[in-house]
């Protein structure tokens, strides 16, 4: 089974950077779309970003778009997300999810089956 390790999670101050990382093991992500998703205390898991197989398609939540930056290296077999300027309510924990392309290429998180443990990412001064 496809098995997604996150990192690069951590502590930033407002208008800091960070770059989350999702590898994968056992199995190329040649053949998955990529979600990034995150969870807050007591709120709603929410879509961040998605990417498409080949990575000509990615699509981003209007609450980061413009800061965050969705990158898939297949030859690494990792998808990563830039975030800059993150802001205090960028505090989640991410995941990282895959759908198989078969699926065909959607940013909904009920169509990925396979999920990464999560990273906490907290933004406070």
């Known amino acids: 089974q496809l098995q997604l390790v996150e990192s690069g999670g951590g502590l930033v101050q407002p208008g800091g950077s960070l770059r989350l990382s999702c590898a994968a093991s056992?199995?190329?992500?040649?053949?998955?779309?990529i979600g990034w998703f995150r969870q807050a205390p007591g709120k709603d898991l929410e879509r961040v970003s998605c990417i498409s197989s080949s990575g000509g398609t990615t699509d981003y939540a209007d609450s980061v778009k413009g800061r965050f930056t969705i990158s898939r290296d297949n030859a690494e077999n990792t998808v990563y997300l830039q975030m800059n300027n993150l802001k205090p309510e960028d505090t989640a924990v991410y995941y990282c999810a895959a759908s198989p392309t078969v699926h065909g290429y959607i940013c909904s998180a009920w169509k990925y089956p396979y999920w990464g443990q999560g990273t906490q990412v907290t933004v406070s001064s």
């Open positions: 056992r199995f190329t992500l040649d053949y998955y779309t």
